[in-house]
C-alpha cells in the first residue's frame, strides 16, 4: 500500500471504522456504569439524589479549601491538558472541515497562533503529569500499563499535528498519516482503557453525591 492509499484509507474506512467502535464502546461503558448502582437500596431515603449528586460533580471539579498541593498540581495540569487537547481538536480550521464534512455545519476556526499556543500548553501539561507520574512515590507504585498507554495516546495526536503546523523535514503525507491514525487509535482505545474517565467521572461522582443525599449526609 502506498503513502496515498494508506492516507485515503485512514480518511476514509479507517475513520468511519474507528469511530463506529468508539460510539459502540462509549455506549456499553456507560451502561456498565449505570447498572453498577442499580441494585435496589433498601434504606429509607432520608434525603434526594439529583441536588447532591450534581453539587457533587461542581464541587470536585474546581479547588476547594481541603485540597493539598498535589490535587492542586493534578487539577491545573489536567485542566490545562483537556483545556490544550480540546480547543485544538475543536478550533482548528483543519479539524473544523473534517467536522463539517460529518455534521453538515462548522464554526468559526481561532487563529492558527492561538491553536500554537493551546497546542503546546496542551503537549507541556501531558509531560509534567508524565514526570510527575515518574517521580512521585505513590503515583510510581501505583502506575500500571494503561497509564502510560493513555499518556502515550493522547500525546501522539498532538505532537503529530504540531508537526504538521510546522513541518521539520518529514514527508507531510507521512506525518498527517500517522497523525489521523493516532487519533484514531485514540478514539478506539477511550472505551476499553482508563480514558474512559472521560465519562465515568461525571457518572462515579454523581453516584458518591447521590447516595450520600440519599442517606441525608452532609458534604
Not at 210 to 215: H, S
Amino acid at each position: 500500500m502506498s503513502e496515498v492509499e494508506l492516507l485515503n484509507w485512514l480518511r476514509s474506512t479507517g475513520l468511519h471504522i474507528s469511530i463506529a467502535i468508539f460510539v459502540i464502546g462509549l455506549v456499553f461503558r456507560v451502561v456498565q456504569n449505570l447498572l453498577i448502582g442499580a441494585d435496589k437500596n433498601l434504606a429509607a431515603p432520608r434525603g434526594s439524589k439529583m441536588g447532591p449528586g450534581l453539587a457533587t460533580i461542581v464541587r470536585r471539579s474546581f479547588f476547594h479549601p481541603h485540597m493539598t498541593y498535589r490535587g492542586y498540581f493534578t487539577l491545573i495540569a489536567g485542566y490545562l491538558f483537556h483545556l490544550g487537547f480540546l480547543i485544538t481538536l475543536f478550533f482548528l480550521s483543519q479539524h473544523i472541515i473534517l467536522f463539517e464534512s460529518i455534521l453538515g455545519f462548522g464554526w468559526p476556526a481561532l487563529p492558527p497562533a492561538v491553536i500554537d499556543v493551546t497546542a503546546i500548553l496542551g503537549i507541556a501539561a501531558l509531560i509534567a503529569v508524565l514526570i510527575h507520574r515518574l517521580i512521585d512515590p505513590v503515583l510510581k507504585q501505583i502506575s500500571d500499563y494503561q497509564d502510560y498507554l493513555a499518556w502515550v495516546l493522547t500525546m501522539f495526536p498532538l505532537a503529530t499535528g504540531f508537526l504538521l503546523m510546522h513541518p521539520m523535514g518529514a514527508s507531510y503525507s507521512v506525518v498527517l498519516s500517522l497523525h489521523i491514525l493516532s487519533f484514531e487509535l485514540l478514539i478506539i482505545a477511550i472505551p476499553f482503557t482508563k480514558l474512559s474517565h472521560m465519562l465515568s467521572i461525571f457518572i462515579s461522582r454523581w453516584y458518591n453525591g447521590a447516595m450520600a443525599g440519599y442517606k441525608g449526609i452532609k458534604q
